[in-house]
């Protein structure tokens, strides 16, 4: 083969793997990994049907926070089958939301012996003539959301699921719509508990 075409086609190669890795590296970027645990005694024959938000009286007591989740877990009930309850209409199940937020601030003293990407597998610092292991705190969130699912005539809980996932940032409302997500993936499938689910990032 003449070495011309040879390295046209090398080039090409190259080009190809490359936009390959790159739209990997995009797709990574668009999706999220969570936890997920589920739980719950769903009819087999049961459709998802119409809903209502039902709030507790703490979440009633702030509406504008209780209206912002809401509205987190709306797009995950829609895409399990569920439809929002239109006004003079009977809902066939009532849903409760909750979310939580923990942030912790880990020194090296947390994880001494470097389990979990401590500080001997953490960051390193040049302080001639040797790398050190970098000494500053470490910020981290745990971010959770749950959904209760009651029949509305009975008030039987019917379903169960919560969804959590951790990282450097708090994140926002785009992740606590994903958690929802993935806290309704596998609906109405139960366990096993806990377990991995990747969702996209709305």
Same mark, same amino acid.
């Given at each position: ?63 504008? !926070? ?5 509205? +987190?877990?709306?797009? #995950? %009930?829609?895409? $399990?089958? /569920? &439809? ?78 919560? !969804? ?5 940032? +708090?994140?926002?409302? #785009? %992740?606590?719509? $994903?958690? /929802? &997500? ?21």
């Amino acid at each position: 083969m003449p070495k011309p075409r040879r390295r046209a086609l090398l080039a090409a190669a190259t080009a190809a793997a490359l936009a390959a890795t790159l739209l990997a590296g995009c797709a990574a970027l668009n999706t999220m990994s969570a936890e997920i645990s589920t739980w719950g005694d769903w009819p087999a024959d049961r459709k998802p049907g119409r809903y209502a938000f039902d709030r507790l009286p703490s979440q009633s007591a702030q509406p504008e !926070a209780a209206a912002r989740l809401e509205d +987190a877990a709306r797009a #995950a %009930l829609e895409a $399990a089958g /569920f &439809r929002v309850d239109q006004p003079g209409d009977k809902p066939d199940v009532l849903v409760q939301v909750a979310a939580r937020n923990s942030r912790a601030d880990l020194d090296i003293w947390a994880d001494p012996l470097g389990w979990r990407g401590g500080w001997l597998r953490g960051r390193r610092v040049w302080v001639e003539p040797l790398w050190w292991p970098d000494l500053h705190a470490r910020t981290r969130y745990e971010r959770e959301v749950a959904l209760l699912l009651r029949d509305a005539e009975s008030g039987k809980p019917l379903y169960e699921a919560r !969804a959590s996932n951790e990282g450097a940032n +708090a994140g926002g409302s #785009a %992740l606590q719509q $994903a958690l /929802f &997500r993935a806290a309704l993936a596998d609906f109405p499938r139960t366990g096993p508990n806990p377990r991995q689910v990747t969702v996209t990032l709305p």
